[in-house]
């Protein structure tokens, strides 16, 4: 197993002179389409991804990459502004190099955001959805291969991954923003290919909300590590076969515009409890 923390030593050290983790307690993933939610937030301090050693080069348009030091009301977050997919040619380690930071800089809580397809039929594009809980059993072979042996307690944690408690204070941020927040299972798919009306029936019949190809990997590996974890899909599309259009990325990050007030509303009511 690869030491984790030896091995991004110089980019968590670079970080830590300016991330405290005694003022700074959550750490936000921004999405496909959702990376304009920093313009809403007190700018403290910026890295652009080149420039930070062992970090992973984004070639999804919408991910550009940053990082960024904020401020929601005096409330401080580190806010990653895109994240790095498997089928981009990454091995594991570096997709979940958020959850790999947020650990190290002490930070206790990480909620990641993503565009996901519709499966369930009563969702929209332009909804959001509070995942409470994930199928990832097409990506467990690779966890198991960087994680090798996990301990009672990391298997304890995969059974609360989403986070509970943090679930609640979700839900109550939306309520407080009268945002209409659906609820829901996502599945993970690897890409790059979107799925097939056929898998999408097979994905529905087992009992997923949602399907996208990010976040499992990253909620997983950060609640392995002790990270409480959440996650909010923007429904951007409706999944293969429910809808007669085909699917295209332009039209994720489209309709990922539909629900930039409300989502930036939600993590930002979020954020004030941290």
Request: charged residues 25%; aromatic residues 10%; glycine residues 8%.
């Amino acid at each position: 197993m690869i030491d984790l923390e030896f091995y991004y030593k110089d980019l968590l050290d670079i970080l830590r002179k300016d991330v405290n983790s005694e003022e700074v307690k959550l750490a936000i993933v921004l999405g496909s389409g959702l990376g304009k939610f920093p313009e809403t937030i007190d700018i403290l301090k910026v890295w652009d991804g080149d420039t930070l050693p062992h970090y992973p080069r984004s070639t999804v348009e919408g991910h550009s990459g940053k990082l960024i030091l904020g401020s929601i009301e005096g409330k401080k977050c580190l806010v990653f502004q895109g994240r790095f997919h498997f089928y981009e040619g990454y091995e594991l380690y570096e997709t979940v190099v958020p959850s790999i930071i947020t650990r190290y800089l002490g930070i206790p809580y990480l909620l990641l955001t993503n565009a996901a397809g519709g499966v369930n039929p009563t969702f929209e594009p332009g909804d959001l959805m509070l995942c409470t809980s994930f199928i990832g059993i097409n990506i467990k072979h690779e966890l198991d291969e960087l994680m090798r042996v996990a301990t009672q307690e990391q298997r304890e944690r995969f059974l609360n991954t989403p986070d509970p408690d943090f679930n609640d204070i979700i839900i109550w941020s939306a309520l407080e923003e009268k945002v209409h927040l659906k609820e829901g299972v996502y599945w993970y798919n690897k890409g790059p290919t979107y799925e097939t009306p056929a898998e999408i029936r097979m994905i529905d019949k087992i009992g997923a909300s949602a399907v996208g190809m990010s976040t499992v990997a990253e909620a997983y590996w950060a609640s392995a590590l002790g990270v409480k974890v959440s996650c909010i899909s923007c429904i951007t599309n409706y999944a293969a076969g429910l809808s007669p259009h085909k699917l295209s990325h332009e039209d994720v990050t489209i309709a990922a515009k539909l629900v930039e007030n409300k989502f930036n509303r939600l993590v930002r009511r979020i954020a004030k409890y941290f």
